[in-house]
Each structure stands twice: as C-alpha cells, then as structure tokens.
C-alpha cells in the first residue's frame, strides 16, 4: 500500500534526494517549502517536481505546522533547518528560531495530531565532541557554535517527546553531506563551482578559501537519503549515524578537485600565507582570507556507521572520487 510522506526542506540538497527515493519507493511524497512562487530548482532538476506535492510554510506558526501535520502522513522527515555554522555565528536568534522552535512545532503537532506517525529529525556531527577516533551513536556530546547549540537542542528534545509520549521518534546525525545540489555557502560546493570557473575561464581571478586544513567526512547526499528513509523501518525506534567514515582535509577535497580539472595544484606558504598555484602555468588558483574562519573549528571527526549498517543493512554506494566527478560534471554543464 503506498504510503505518505512529508518532507520538510524538500526543496534543499538532502530533501529532493529524499523526495526522489521515496518515490522510487512508491510513495506519496509532500513537503513544505518556504516559497510557492521560487522554482524549486533542485525538484526541476531531478525530474520530479511535478510528481510531489509543496504546501507553503513561509513562518514558523505552530497553528500552521498543526494544520499540516494533521494531513495523514505516515511518516515526516523534518529536515528543515538553517543548516550553516557560518550563518548561524552571524544569526543566531534567528538560528534558535529556526532550528529548536521549529522542530519543537514539529514535534508537538504530530504528538497532538497525528502520535502515529514516525518523525525523523535531522542532527548533526556538529554535537558531538571530537576524540580522535571514530565517533558513534554513544559518543560525548558537545557544541562549539550556535548552529550545534540549536542541533543539539532539538535532538535532546525530540528525545524527550519519544521517551514521554511513546512516539516514533529517530535523530539522525548526519556528518557532511555533499553533492551536485549542494549550495555554495559550502565548502565544497564553493571549491567545485569556483574550479569549474578557473577551468573554463582562463582570465577568471582566484577565489578564497579559510581553513584548509580543517578535516570533515565527506559523503554523498544521495546516499544517505537512503539511509534516512530506511530509518523509519526498524521496529524500534532509534538514533543513527550516517557517515563514511573517511577523514579528509578540505585541502584534500581542493586538490583532488583541481587534479580531476586538469591542474596540478601546489600550495606553498603557511597559515593565512598559503597559496595554491597551478604548477603547470604558475596560475595561482587560491588564497586564504581568514575572514572564512571559524572562531572554533574543532578537530576531524569520522562517523561510525556501524548500526546503521548492522541495523537498516544501509552502506554508502558512492565513493569520495564519485561524489567529486558527479559535482564536477554538473557544475561544467551549468557553465557551458
Ligand atoms: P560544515 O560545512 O560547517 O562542516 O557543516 P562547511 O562546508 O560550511 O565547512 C566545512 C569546513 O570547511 C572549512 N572552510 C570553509 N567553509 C566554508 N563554508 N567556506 C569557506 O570558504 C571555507 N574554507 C574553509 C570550514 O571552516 C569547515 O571546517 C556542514 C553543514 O552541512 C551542516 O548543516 C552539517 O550539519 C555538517 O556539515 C555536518
């Protein structure tokens, strides 16, 4: 029987590869989008936006996140959120209201109208504090931004309403997620679409990077998409990691970027002197401006994703030098 489903933050990166899996599933998908009248870029792009249904939630209203839920879903995977470290140090009231009174909203309307539906709520790596290993479900929490402040608070309080309220409940913390429909207030997304214009471009100038020697674990979004879906099965309800497991350094991602590009990438310099150049034509394609760096940026940290595997049979499918090519071809094919 097909089910419905509700995605919030549909029309982001990790909503529409969600949106496209439920479908593939057979469901009926949904989702709130802030605006009715702002093309859904990322749906037109999957070839799927006329087969889901957008209701618009311009404001967080709890009576209007009510209304919505109480719209007979089977499951509502609340992905939501303003979902950058950088933005989040610049705004962070509108943080707490976006990402702890919002999914409190959300949280409230299915215990009030609709206790049988299975909720998901998307955390982060961000809370969780680094040790040098590889981090799991029970590791120590912490917060060193607003943004984690606010991820941290809404998965202790989606806890509380699962440990209260008998409801289906699951957070799940997602480490770094990326792909060809990753906006460019991201690292990775930045470093694709400025190379792609270096590469096309022989006159484009050089772009500007912060910490490059900031370590994250890189996965593709797609991949977990089928994670996230495949987390509301289970019998029970639990929290999951989703990670690959692979630390790598923003310079890594940089340069094997570059080299898939055709440059041969070499930094010289340290710190906020570093440079990178490409050896072939002496071509310098970045520099660093500390304007980019965090207050805090805390040591790698690499996800264990052992239950989820154990548990949902979930593993990534698309390597780091995949995920590269895919953001690669994409971005060329938007330039041309
Ligand atoms: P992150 O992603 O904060 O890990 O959160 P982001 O891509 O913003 O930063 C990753 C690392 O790159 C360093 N960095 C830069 N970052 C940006 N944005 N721009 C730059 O120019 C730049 N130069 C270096 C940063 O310091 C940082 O160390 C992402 C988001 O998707 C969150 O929503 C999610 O929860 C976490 O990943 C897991």
Redesign the pocket.
């Known amino acids: 029987m097909p089910q419905k489903a509700l995605i919030t933050g549909i029309t982001g990166q990790t909503g529409s590869f969600l949106a496209q899996h439920l479908l593939q599933l057979g469901h009926e998908v949904h989702g709130t989008s802030r605006s009715l009248t702002n093309e859904p870029w990322r749906l037109v792009h999957l070839g799927i936006r006329e087969r889901v249904t957008l209701h618009e939630l311009n404001a967080i209203v709890p009576g209007r996140i009510a209304e919505i839920a109480a719209q007979g879903y089977d499951y509502i995977f609340h992905l939501a959120a303003e979902?950058?470290?950088?933005n989040s140090l610049k705004h962070p009231t509108d943080t707490v209201t976006a990402n702890v009174v919002q999914t409190t909203a959300w949280l409230e309307a299915v215990k009030n109208q609709s206790p049988d539906c299975r909720f998901f709520n998307a955390v982060?790596?961000?809370v969780l504090a680094a040790t040098g290993d590889p981090l799991d479900e029970d590791s120590r929490r912490s917060a060193t931004n607003p943004?984690a402040v606010t991820?941290l608070a809404s998965m202790n309080m989606a806890l509380v309403f699962r440990d209260s309220f008998d409801l289906y409940i699951v957070n799940g913390l997602?480490?770094?997620?990326e792909s060809e429909l990753r906006d460019t207030?991201?690292?990775?997304a930045?470093i694709i679409y400025n190379l792609c214009l270096l590469a096309k471009e022989p006159s484009a100038p050089p772009f500007?990077?912060?910490?490059?020697l900031?370590e994250?674990d890189f996965s593709h979004a797609e991949d977990f998409a089928r994670g996230i879906a495949a987390s509301l099965q289970a019998e029970t309800p639990r929290d999951y990691i989703f990670a690959s497991g692979a630390l790598r350094t923003?310079k890594e991602f940089f340069d094997t970027a570059a080299t898939l590009l055709g440059f041969q990438p070499e930094w010289s310099g340290d710190g906020t002197d570093m440079v990178c150049q490409d050896s072939l034509t002496g071509r310098v394609l970045v520099t660093i401006n500390p304007a980019?760096?965090?207050p805090v940026?805390e040591p790698g940290k690499a996800g264990n994703a052992k239950r989820a595997c154990t548990h949902l049979n979930w593993e990534p499918n698309i390597a780091f030098e995949a995920l590269l090519r895919r953001m690669i071809t994409f971005q060329m094919s938007r330039l041309e």
């Open positions: 979902s950058s470290v950088a982060t790596s961000e943004y991820k997602l480490f770094n997620h207030r991201f690292v990775t930045k500007e990077l912060g910490n490059v900031a994250r923003v980019f760096y965090r940026d």
